[in-house]
């Protein structure tokens, strides 16, 4: 098992992590320039700041034109039609409950005539009735709330809960995500924008909505060189850019509606790798959503029990989906017949999980525990369908408690639980945020990894930003040619690509995934072997 | 479906077999659920029309209790022979591709055809039936059409009075109210369109999940079918009263309300019933449909290769290349789908050779079929942005702009089956030119030649080169995209307001060539100038009458779905190639797909290339509009956006897969450049 203690003991606090070479991270000063031929690698990579306080306050908090007008209180049964028109029969009940203001009135009037009394009568049942109504539907959420406690939550603090951002709420950057295929990324910020930057050009279009607020995750169509997927307070938009377009604002035009009801808000999002379907999932809503995008079609995948989906994450082949829940169980949907496998975890949530490129093995980690675990997978010949094929247990692959280091510069501690945690698309590195319990620094550990023909997971180093920035996002390059870049989302509102350079291993990431050829008894024999390797 | 399968010309004994075993099977299956879920719709019906809230074991018990006797067993019994009956209207008039009536005109006469009638009648006896089970199972006052009469001058008489029990009557005609009403609804909604689901499930599944909302659909269609009937009821409802009355010898009772009133229809207990009576039939009904479109949708596994000789008929590129019944070729095509996608092995016997002699016959017949599918939707597209072009045009009464006959009958008639024979006849002259050459160049080249000679497609043949000098020759080259040209003219959206383009479009095309030649034979005489002048002011004065326009009128957005209405088709046939394509780069032992690279790229760039355009022209949306939870399933009005991003996605699949590879396909300039802005993600 690999542990916090056989990494290499972390960088001097005033350099940070420049690049990988010879299995080893380099760290340097800050200004330091790379050396040539690393620098003309990553050169084309937009690096780039943006600082908390360049990003302006929301301008309009209330989304509606009413504090404009001035406040007119019509008759009851006139709010009542308005409250139904506008939220449904919770709003008519809303508003009988505090239908008080009427009787006030009337009782001013002094004299009152026997209809009046009788309408007043009939208001005080009405009132007493909704108010007994609403009692009892709370008693109800409540209960349910018991069961599932996120569900009290106001749902900024769900999003900040079950994003994959360490410090959703506070820092400029929420959400971040590469293009599958080129080198073009779209952050999203706090001031609910979303700018895009590309290496090959210059444009940034900024992207506003009226709809776009709170932005817990982003997501591009693969196989399509424009739409992004945006999984916002109450809805997804997706985003039609134009490439090859020069307007840095393109119109709310350009943005595609999707929303359902009940589903808000929305946390995870997940492209199928072969492009068409696009899941989405909310902490609030016990089925998740395949919506196929271009018809605005979806079906709804309900399966009870769990409370909700937190996060998705959809296998490089295409074949499985993991869908974690805000309780402690997770499942493994394959894709073909769209049924799940239940994992139960002993001690809370699925956290975070990632899949190796062939889809064959899931590293997941659980909400207060510190150790990733490993769920193999038997591989996918489209033969067997509606099976998952998961194996029995999950075995812990990385011990991540925490351990002492004694540097130069004094004593650190570092070591917690998983944030997030990510796998290059070749399958040689993973990279993991790694928060401690108290209150200790997080940092971003890498991992060798190979997956074939024995799972194996190595310490590589840890990555350690400027002084006072702390990881927030992080996410691989999708297509880097000489190894791999990270990019690291910095609390300090920084952007950067760290290369790792390395040699592909001899299973190159566009193999075919499935290698039926292989004897049956070969496999069997991989499946008895260990899960990772002893050191 | 039968009327579907004649339409389409040579349907062979095995095929129909093959149909009837896939189908059949399927019928009888969702019949068979369909009639053991009756009887728990009947204990739900029995125990929610007795409710007594305030003796709750009586209650129970007398409805278990009702469950045993007699009258419900018989109308169990009844039920289950509505039900079968209503099954098979289904699976009689199911189809895959929708009609879509484009005027007001053609919704009417589609209520009228004789077919439609049959469906009526049939459906209002059927809720006659359901009805009168209700009735029954309901018991109290609605058991009986006739009551002894509780007047007084009955006791002084021997024999009693039979008097008319008016609430019997009453829910006998609400359930042929609600029969009818559901046999225009299945009509209007195009209910009889079986959508594919966009993703595989198991049956219980899909089944559990529409449950919800077809239970709430019913209860909410139900209450306003018992609100229109009341309105029908209160004005009409004397006719049939008084017929009855009249045949049976009954009386009136004088001493109860009659219905047809205010204060009759006020009744609660007759209106509970009556929406009671509406939601066991809908929900009997309903869940009967959507058992047989669950069924009949699910996917079914061909065989790529035959194990036997026997199975020769029933084997994937077979049916494919047939002409078989459309609900087999879309099982077909949508089996070709998930085989491309999942199934490594399948993929294997695709990319095989034939045994003895090693041709690649798998793979050229599924992909003849499919780049056959995709070059007439190509031309279908074509033809009809040249009618929304020629709109404009219509209005000058020369002919000198009507295209010559094509130069190539010849040709065009001695190849292969592989181009359908309304190539031919397509006007050349006003294709635009990157369409034009490299639809000539798909022409000329067969797929099936394709394996011996990989160049010749793309070398300019002399007759596309003598048709691109043609083209630029011609007065009216480039102005297809002119926009002022498309605005001009009558709001009518096709020229040709006789042409259907709902139905079968091989048929219709030359039938524009014949009547355009003989317009041009008699072009000289004046008498046919002057017939024609007179022709468009009885069409202009026409179309200025208010009434006239509205039935007449074609709705653009009703006309285009039309024209898109079996896409679905053509989606299944992207992905299947275009995921075959893309596993050949790895997968691919012999480089049997190599061979048609070329004409697979070429297909979708030209493909591409149209839809694109078409989404330019004026009427067309270029967004979805918004779907609400509706039962009947509106899939078939988004198609083609389906369509948009399917292929988008399938070219950039091809293109991501073999990256810079293409470089080394030969495809004409314009092609190339467009590969490498796909490769570029520029698109």
């Known amino acids: 098992m690999c542990s916090l203690a056989l990494f290499p003991p972390p960088p001097p606090p005033r350099d940070i992590t420049l690049y990988e070479y010879n299995n080893a991270l380099v760290s340097g000063h800050s200004s330091e320039k790379l050396p040539h031929p690393i620098q003309a690698q990553v050169e084309d990579l937009p690096t780039l700041t943006i600082p908390k306080e360049m990003l302006k306050a929301h301008s309009r908090l209330e989304h509606s034109t009413k504090p404009a007008f001035i406040h007119h209180r019509e008759i009851l049964w006139k709010r009542c039609i308005n409250a139904w028109r506008d939220v449904g029969v919770a709003g008519v009940l809303e508003e009988l409950a505090n239908a008080e203001g009427e009787e006030q009135w009337n009782q001013g009037l002094g004299e009152q005539s026997w209809t009046d009394s009788a309408k007043q009568l009939a208001v005080r049942w009405l009132k007493a009735g909704s108010c007994c109504t609403l009692a009892l539907c709370r008693w109800v959420s409540s209960l349910h709330g018991s069961f599932f406690p996120h569900l009290s939550l106001p749902s900024e603090d769900m999003i900040a809960e079950f994003s994959q951002a360490v410090d959703w709420a506070g820092c400029s950057i929420r959400a971040f995500a590469w293009h599958p295929h080129t080198s073009k990324f779209a952050v999203a910020l706090l001031d609910d924008s979303i700018r895009v930057y590309n290496a090959k050009s210059a444009t940034v279009p900024i992207l506003k909505h009226r709809l776009q607020r709170n932005v817990a995750s982003l997501a591009w169509k693969p196989l399509c060189a424009s739409i992004l997927a945006v999984a916002c307070h109450s809805c997804v938009l997706l985003w039609h850019l134009d490439p090859t377009s020069l307007s840095t604002r393109p119109s709310s035009g350009c943005a595609q509606v999707l929303s359902h009801p009940g589903h808000c808000p929305v946390t995870s999002l997940a492209w199928a790798p072969s492009g068409g379907l696009l899941l989405s999932a909310s902490p609030v809503d016990t089925a998740m959503l395949v919506w196929d995008v271009s018809t605005e079609n979806c079906v709804q995948l309900q399966w009870f029990g769990g409370g909700g989906v937190t996060f998705l994450a959809w296998s490089p082949d295409g074949s499985k989906v993991l869908a974690a829940t805000p309780s402690a169980v997770f499942r493994v949907w394959e894709v073909q017949m769209w049924t799940c496998e239940k994992w139960p975890t002993i001690k809370g949530p699925c956290r975070t999980g990632c899949w190796s490129p062939d889809g064959s093995r899931l590293l997941f980690t659980v909400q207060g525990e510190s150790v990733i675990y490993s769920l193999s997978f038997l591989e996918y010949s489209g033969e067997q369908q509606g099976r998952v094929g998961g194996s029995k247990t999950a075995s812990i692959v990385a011990d991540l408690s925490e351990t002492k280091f004694d540097t130069l510069y004094g004593e650190e501690r570092i070591g917690g639980e998983v944030h997030s945690m990510v796998w290059d698309p070749s399958g040689e590195r993973l990279a993991a945020v790694i928060r401690g319990f108290s209150d200790q620094r997080i940092i971003i550990a890498v991992f060798r990894t190979r997956n074939s023909p024995v799972f194996e997971l190595l310490p590589c180093g840890f990555v350690q930003g400027e002084v006072g920035a702390q990881p927030q996002l992080v996410a691989f390059h999708p297509r880097f040619k000489k190894g791999a870049v990270l990019t690291v989302c910095w609390s300090t509102g920084k952007v950067s690509h760290i290369p790792f350079f390395f040699e592909n291993g001899p299973f190159p990431s566009f193999s075919s995934p499935q290698s039926p050829l292989l004897p049956l008894g070969s496999r069997c024999s991989t499946r008895e072997q260990p899960l990772f390797s002893e050191l | ?683």
């Open chain 2, 1 to 683: 479906m039968a009327a579907a399968a004649a339409a389409m010309s040579p349907v062979t004994r095995e095929q129909q077999l093959l149909l009837r075993q896939i189908l059949g099977w399927r019928a009888a299956a969702s019949i068979a659920w369909s009639v053991l879920l009756l009887p728990v719709c009947t204990a739900a019906f029995i125990s929610i029309s007795t409710i007594d809230l305030f003796h709750p074991i009586q209650w129970i018990t007398s409805s278990f209790n009702d469950l045993y006797t007699s009258y419900v067993i018989f109308c169990l019994l009844l039920m289950s022979v509505v039900i079968l009956v209503i099954s098979i209207f289904n699976v009689e008039f199911h189809a895959v591709v929708p009609s879509i009536p484009c005027s007001r005109l053609a919704l009417i006469s589609k209520v009228i055809h004789p077919q439609q009638v049959i469906h009526s009648v049939v459906h209002a006896v059927m809720g006659m039936l359901v009805a009168w089970c209700a009735a029954v199972m309901t018991k109290g006052k609605f058991l009986f059409l006739s009551v002894p009469c509780t007047a007084s001058e009955s006791s002084a008489d021997d024999v009693p009075y039979m008097c008319l029990n008016e609430y019997h009557l009453f829910l006998l005609l609400l359930g042929a109210f609600m029969g009818y009403s559901y046999s225009l609804r299945y009509l209007v909604h195009n209910m009889n369109y079986l959508p594919f689901p966009i993703i595989q499930q198991y049956k219980y599944l899909r089944f559990r999940r529409s449950l919800p909302l077809l239970a709430k659909q019913s209860c909410v269609e139900s209450l306003y079918m018992v609100r229109n009937f009341c309105a029908a009821y209160y004005f009409f409802g004397y006719i049939p009263k008084a017929w009855i009355i009249t045949t049976m010898n009954l009386h009136i009772d004088s001493k109860l309300h009659p219905l047809d009133t205010v204060a009759g229809l006020l009744d609660l207990s007759l209106l509970y019933h009556s929406w009671l009576c509406g939601v066991i039939l809908l929900i009997t009904w309903y869940i009967a449909w959507l058992l047989f479109r669950i069924y009949s949708t699910e996917a079914h596994h061909f065989p790529v290769q035959p194990t036997f000789t026997e199975e020769t008929d029933q084997c994937l590129p077979k049916i494919l290349n047939s002409n078989p019944p459309p609900i087999l070729k879309f099982l077909a095509l949508q089996d070709l789908m998930f085989l491309s996608q999942y199934s490594f092995v399948r993929r294997q016997e695709v990319f095989s050779l034939s045994q003895p002699g090693g041709h690649p016959h798998n793979w050229t017949a599924v992909s003849r079929e499919c780049l056959n599918l995709l070059n007439n939707l190509t031309l279908k597209l074509i033809a009809h942005q040249e009618a929304t072009a020629t709109n404009g045009r219509l209005n000058q009464p020369s002919v000198g702009d009507l295209r010559k006959v094509p130069d190539t009958p010849g040709a065009a008639a001695e190849e292969h089956s592989f181009q359908s024979p309304t190539a031919g006849i397509l006007p050349r002259a006003q294709m635009p030119s990157l369409v034009k050459s490299s639809l000539l160049s798909l022409k000329t080249s067969p797929v099936t030649d394709l394996g011996s000679n990989l160049g010749s497609p793309f070398t300019p043949s002399p007759l596309s080169r003598k048709a691109g000098m043609l083209e630029l020759s011609s007065p009216w080259h480039g102005s297809v995209q002119s926009p002022h040209i498309m605005r001009r003219g009558p709001k009518l959206w096709t020229s040709y307001s006789d042409l259907q383009w709902t139905g079968s479009f091989q048929e219709s095309l030359p039938t524009i060539a014949v009547a355009r030649m003989s317009n041009e034979a008699v072009q000289p005489s004046s008498v046919y100038l002057w017939l024609q002048s007179k022709k468009e002011q009885i069409k202009s004065f026409l179309s200025k009458r208010v009434l006239i326009m509205y039935f007449f009128s074609k709705h653009p957005e009703a006309s285009i779905q039309a024209l898109f209405s079996n896409t679905q088709m053509h989606i299944w046939a992207l992905e299947g190639l275009s995921h075959l394509v893309a596993a050949s780069f790895t997968e691919d032992k012999y480089g049997v797909v190599q061979t048609t690279l070329p004409s697979v790229l070429n297909t979708l760039l030209t493909l591409q290339e149209v839809v694109d355009k078409h989404f330019k022209l004026p009427h067309v949306s270029s967004k979805p509009l918004r779907t609400s939870g509706n039962l009947a399933d509106t899939s078939y009005k988004t198609l083609r956006f389906a369509l948009r991003a399917s292929l988008k996605t399938a070219i950039y699949r091809i293109t991501t897969k073999f990256g810079e590879h293409l470089n080394a396909v030969q495809v004409s300039p314009e092609h190339k450049k467009r590969l490498q802005q796909f490769l570029e993600f520029k698109e």
